[in-house]
């Protein structure tokens, strides 16, 4: 759940707190109640505040260890944060504000400006006590902004207010979201009052940070926050899904055909009720239709499909406005994703369509707190029932899944009707899960640990990244070993979800641009620029640069060397919605497929692997109506994937330069069609008329 932890970090922020001496324990805990971290603020009387965090989930996450001091109007003279990422880069951040010069730097960047009247620094690794300090700021600037270092500003919006009781005690607590950095809006639970501070973080359906005795609460404050978020999130829904009634034509475009990977000749596209009902040479009469959208010979691909996601209700307009219209869901809360399902589907929540699957973990101290976490067969066929009863057609195995009983469990699912993917349970290999009937494997680390880890390899921790990182780079794609595993994933027919954009993390040196990014990141707001220069891995040295360089490399080639061999792929990400499958298909043009054949994976085989193809993956009349028009040649050059200029999906037509602007995103294309409603057409088909025909027909009938 990498995404998770960084939407809970990378959304703390730095202002002012109280400089009494107290200490405030938060405790971390799971919906299912496991205990998964803390955070403890001690302050001082001389103004020194010190905070200890830390977090663990999936046999990861951060641990950090920070200093401040406050000015009297409540921004931070003095700031320091040591300890390590959530996997293991070594986080080195400090700032000051000295002579009215800010200054900062850390193990990624270094700067300084001229401070601004009550600007507040944003660290780029801290702890959730930086909240805090934010929510105290801004309540003492009556409503008005929050000026920002290095840039931006911070506003924030109290969306709701109750009172909690637990152990006796009572306390009124207000939700409140803060607007100004990332990509989409935080909510925070805080006291009330003059100088109100974090009292609680909620990711409903997956865990609650709240002080010290509270953390009981936290399913009443979910709750609460769901409502307030739904409302937001409709009003989102409204403003950018634009209704297409009536029976729309989409003139002069160059159709995909996703089954022979080739541009057809210019088309007119026919929509109605969300349904394709024609596709025409283009010219042809048009009969009827209410709605035309010139296409002035963009090219029209059937929407993407990423398949591999963790999809929150937030991300949906960044994959729509991607061209990303099916997300096949790899791990969730299951009320949650029962939840986005439903608003999906009634055209309340901008997103695309999602295909879930069974998330199926194992009882250990790495387990990952998602879905069902179970400890023995029973209990595994029993959430498997609950999937299959739900209309999961996919379960997904996780790290700590009980290797005892895997073959059963898989059996299990076949016999539901559900296919069977995951990560290799710890203590076996690739070759083993499929002995055990995986039909398909997620990332390619999972892969290249076949050919890596011992039996007593723990790959619950980190050294399921370190060891491919290491390793990979010396292994010799023509040993038999190897050879014959590919032999085998082909002979089984077994999928490989590779995620390789996700997987340059492994190579990237604090301070770099994580590659994946590069083409978008001066597109996006200020403080995603920083993130995406945070590297993740520790990299000691050149030398650990280099081998972990050509270890990525390798990963890249033997994706393309799957494909050669006629192993079937899927085009995942696991990373930031939308922007990552654009950078996977780049990938998978770099590891030899042609960009049509990239195309292809992400659209025909998307439908295939979600058992789809019925209704989505091409351009065909019958099938859903979910298509992206293109400016550019993505066939040719596949970097023109990121010029979407309108995707129509679920029967509304959405404008990625209206959901770019939402998100504080400098739009990728600026011109986009508009809909131009047609005149009238009579549809007669005799001089008199259809009432005239009508007439002679029952004329006929009363002879």
Do not use: C
């Not at 475009?253 to 596709?279: C, Q």
């Amino acid at each position: 759940m990498k995404k998770i932890i960084v939407l809970a970090i990378a959304a703390a922020f730095a202002s002012a707190a109280s400089a009494a001496t107290q200490t405030i324990r938060y405790d971390v805990v799971a919906e299912n109640g496991t205990r998964m971290g803390e955070q403890v603020v001690e302050r001082d009387d001389d103004g020194l505040t010190r905070v200890r965090f830390s977090y663990k989930n999936n046999g990861r996450g951060p641990d950090l260890n920070e200093t401040f001091r406050l000015a009297p109007d409540g921004t931070m003279t003095q700031f320091a944060v040591k300890g390590n990422t959530t996997f293991g880069s070594v986080v080195d951040e400090q700032f000051e504000l000295k002579d009215g010069k800010a200054s900062w730097r850390s193990t990624s960047e270094k700067g300084e400006k001229a401070q601004a009247a009550g600007a507040m620094y944003v660290p780029l690794n801290n702890s959730l006590e930086i909240v805090s300090i934010a929510l105290t700021a801004l309540a003492e600037r009556k409503g008005a902004p929050l000026p920002l270092l290095p840039s931006g500003s911070l506003s924030q919006r109290v969306l709701d207010e109750m009172e909690v009781t637990a152990g006796g005690k009572s306390t009124k607590v207000q939700l409140v979201a803060l607007t100004g950095l990332g990509l989409s809006p935080q909510f925070f639970w805080a006291t009330t009052g003059a100088k109100p501070r974090l009292f609680a973080m909620i990711v409903p359906g997956f865990m609650t940070m709240a002080e010290e005795g509270w953390t009981s609460v936290g399913p009443q404050l979910a709750e609460r926050q769901k409502v307030a978020e739904t409302r937001m999130l409709q009003d989102v829904a409204k403003r950018l899904q634009h209704k297409l009634d009536g029976l729309t034509v989409v003139k002069n475009v160059r159709v995909f055909d996703s089954e022979k990977a080739v541009l057809g000749a210019p088309s007119d596209v026919y929509v109605l009720r969300g349904r394709i009902t024609a596709v025409l040479p283009t010219g042809a009469p048009i009969r009827g239709a209410q709605n035309e959208i010139d296409g002035a010979g963009r090219v029209l691909l059937p929407g993407l499909f990423d398949m591999h996601g963790h999809v929150g209700r937030w991300e949906g307009g960044m994959n729509i406005a991607a061209g990303v219209t099916s997300v096949r869901d790899m791990g969730n809360d299951n009320a949650t994703m029962q939840q986005i399902l439903d608003e999906t589907a009634d055209g309340r929540l901008l997103g695309p369509q999602v295909v879930p699957s069974g998330f199926l973990e194992g009882q250990s101290p790495y387990s990952a707190n998602l879905g069902f976490v179970i400890k023995d067969l029973p209990q595994a066929k029993n959430a498997i029932d609950w999937y299959a009863e739900h209309g999961y057609p996919q379960l997904k195995i996780y790290n700590s899944f009980p290797k005892a009983i895997l073959a059963e469990t898989v059996a299990y699912a076949h016999a539901r009707g559900m296919r069977v993917s995951g990560h290799i349970p710890a203590g076996l290999r690739a070759r083993e899960a499929l002995d055990a009937g995986f039909d398909e494997i997620n990332h390619i680390n999972q892969v290249m640990l076949n050919f890596l880890a011992t039996p007593t390899t723990e790959t619950r921790t980190l050294e399921r990244f370190i060891l491919p990182a290491e390793k990979v780079a010396s292994l010799d794609f023509n040993a038999p070993v190897v050879k014959q595993f590919i032999a085998r994933l082909k002979k089984q027919g077994t999928v490989v979800d590779s995620t390789l954009a996700t997987f340059a993390f492994l190579k990237q040196k604090d301070g770099d641009m994580n590659t994946p990014f590069a083409p978008i990141a001066s597109h996006m707001p200020p403080d995603v620029q920083r993130g995406f220069h945070v590297g993740a891995m520790k990299i000691a040295d050149a030398a650990t640069q280099a081998r972990y360089e050509k270890s990525y490399a390798k990963m890249v080639e033997f994706v393309g060397l799957l494909y050669k061999s006629g192993v079937p792929l899927v085009a995942g990400t696991d990373e930031m919605a939308g922007f990552t499958l654009q950078a996977e298909l780049e990938l998978l043009v770099q590891a030899g497929l042609t960009p049509s054949q990239a195309l292809q994976v992400a659209t025909r085989n998307g439908a295939r692997y979600t058992r789809t193809s019925h209704e989505r993956g091409s351009i065909t009349p019958g099938k859903l109506a979910d298509l992206v028009l293109v400016d550019g040649d993505p066939t040719k050059n596949i970097a023109d994937i990121r010029k979407v200029a309108a995707v129509i999906t679920r029967g509304y037509l959405v404008y990625p330069h209206e959901v770019d602007k939402e998100l504080g995103i400098v739009p990728f294309v600026k011109d986009a069609p508009a809909v131009r409603p047609l005149a009238p057409v009579s549809s007669n088909i005799a001089a008199g008329g259809n009432d005239a025909v009508r007439q002679k027909l029952e004329g006929s009938a009363r002879h």
